[in-house]
């Protein structure tokens, strides 16, 4: 059983910061590809970025240069830095172990203008 824990969302000004957690839980995180998705109300859920097993990255155009995906494989840990973020980002975040179906529960982001 896999478990995945989100936390560090808030509210925060545009132009501001965060940086997203997601701790896992079991021995598979290492060797899996993860990702973020976040969903804002109303519409559908997203993929914001991936991050293989290896440590390659891919990003959603709408975010390209703002976030960074990362992760630490000896905390079973997975990271979101989120930079210069704009009202448009505002929404629900959730980890996801790729090609599964496991899920965080999410965690809310709110940018004020």
């Known amino acids: 059983q896999v478990q995945l824990v989100e936390s560090g969302g808030g509210l925060v000004q545009a132009g501001g910061s965060l940086r997203l957690s997601c701790a896992a839980s079991?021995?598979?995180?290492?060797?899996?590809?993860m990702g973020w998705y976040r969903q804002a109300p109303g519409k559908q859920r997203e993929l914001v970025a991936t991050?293989?097993?290896?440590?390659?990255?891919n990003y959603a155009d709408s975010v390209k240069g703002r976030f960074t995906i990362s992760r630490d494989n000896a905390r079973n840990t997975l990271y979101l830095q989120m930079n210069s973020l704009k009202p448009e980002d505002t929404a629900v975040y959730y980890c996801?172990?790729?090609?599964?179906?496991?899920w965080g529960q999410g965690t809310q982001v709110t940018v004020s203008s």
């Open positions: 996801r172990l790729l090609a599964s179906s496991y």
């Open positions: 079991g021995s598979i995180f290492s060797g899996n590809a």
């Open positions: 991050i293989t097993a290896g440590s390659s990255t």
